[in-house]
């Protein structure tokens, strides 16, 4: 799993986020491929989970911020993710590498599409309302 240019939005703030959080998951198969540091691997979990909140909250305040069309299904499904997570960190609460590929699986793909498909959408919608996506600025146009 690695951060690539087509899960950029645009939106710095998110984009910066989104590599950390991808990055994230890269440091959990690391600890988990580690049979000897148990506790990197638990802390890495403990901290994917805050760093998701943090980021959820973050992307919330924005579509509220904007009026976001689109906003309670975009939370419904941070609530899916946030739910996911915690049944695992439930389930996985000793490490196992089967724990390890399950959250690759489970989590790691559902933030990758979450990126493609939601989040492309909000930080394109981000950008309008910003006037950051019409090349202008203050009534110039730079093309």
């Known amino acids: 799993m690695a951060f690539d240019a087509k899960y950029e939005t645009g939106v710095l703030w998110q984009d910066f986020q989104h590599k950390q959080l991808i990055d994230l998951f890269g440091k ?27 980021h959820f909250k973050l992307e919330e305040e924005y579509m509220g911020k904007y009026n976001y069309p689109d906003k309670e299904l975009h939370e419904k499904k941070h609530r899916e993710f946030v739910k996911e997570l915690k049944e695992f960190r439930a389930e996985n609460k000793n490490y196992s590498r089967a724990g390890t590929d399950d959250l690759m699986m489970r989590m790691g793909e559902w933030i990758l599409s979450h990126i493609l498909e939601n989040d492309q959408k909000l930080g394109k919608f981000i950008l309008q309302k910003e006037h950051l996506l019409d090349n202008s600025v203050h009534g110039y146009n730079f093309n």
């Not at 049979?35 to 760093?51: Q, V, W």
């Open 28 to 54: 959990i198969k690391e600890a988990g491929s580690d049979d000897k540091d148990k506790n990197l691997y638990r802390y890495t979990i403990a901290f994917l989970a805050m760093y998701v909140n943090h």
